[in-house]
């Protein structure tokens, strides 16, 4: 796993050194807001406890900085897994598996790119919270009833990746490929997942500009 996060690190290093010439016109002064669907693929000991399932979801801002080189890039990701329990829970008297887990992850991530006439290659990276949800199971007795739970917990997260997006007439549309190391282990293994995503961008700037004059009271 280390191999392949610095080998996407080394990308997103590479990628800002190159990024520092050429003037990018699309995304000056710009907001841009973005939804995608795609995979999250679990890496290594990982594929011990979760498996892909379809599908992941994305949604969040681009924000321009006064360079536009340089970005915000707020996101949740909804991931969704495939779940063997692995370890027996005290608190639950049966172990599930073919079961769901799922991941918020609300990533705050910070990045840079390179426009190139209509397409646009990026790489980002950055801190994140994950929100866990994970099944457990209760045999019922009597009844012949399991009655199905699921345990929430928070732990930090960190996210990377590189893609591209070209622009049509009226929005983009986009690729990346990523990296988040979820730093609660499940079921005692680690959490490492690979994104796959595809999704569209749209220019959203004339409506975060009327909600900051409406919030600072000079509409």
Do not use: C
Not at 134 to 139: I, S, T
Not at 145 to 161: L, M
Not at 164 to 177: C, N, S
């Amino acid at each position: 796993m280390k191999v392949i996060f610095m080998s996407i690190l080394s990308l997103v290093i590479g990628y800002s050194a190159m990024a520092q010439t050429g003037a990018d016109t699309l995304h000056f002064k710009k907001v841009y807001y973005f939804g995608g669907t795609g995979l999250s693929i679990p890496l290594g000991k990982t594929k011990n406890v979760l498996s892909t399932k379809f599908f992941t979801g994305s949604m969040g801002l681009d924000i321009s900085l006064k360079n536009p080189k340089y970005y915000l890039l707020p996101t949740l990701y909804m991931m969704s897994f495939g779940y063997d329990q692995l370890e027996k829970d005290p608190d639950y008297n049966r172990l599930l598996s073919n079961s769901r887990a799922t991941m918020y992850t609300l990533s705050l991530a910070g990045g840079t790119r390179r426009q190139w006439d209509r397409l646009n290659t990026y790489a980002y990276a950055g801190p994140g919270v994950a929100l866990n949800s994970e099944p457990r199971a209760n045999d019922m007795g009597n009844n012949q009833n399991v009655d199905i739970e699921y345990k929430y917990s928070i732990s930090p997260a960190f996210k990377v990746g590189v893609g591209a997006d070209y622009k049509f007439k009226g929005f983009f549309l986009g690729f990346e490929i990523g990296y988040m190391r979820n730093f609660r282990e499940m079921e005692g293994n680690p959490v490492h997942v690979m994104t796959m995503m595809v999704g569209l961008k749209s220019d959203i700037t004339k409506i975060s500009d009327k909600v900051v004059e409406v919030i600072s009271g000079n509409p």
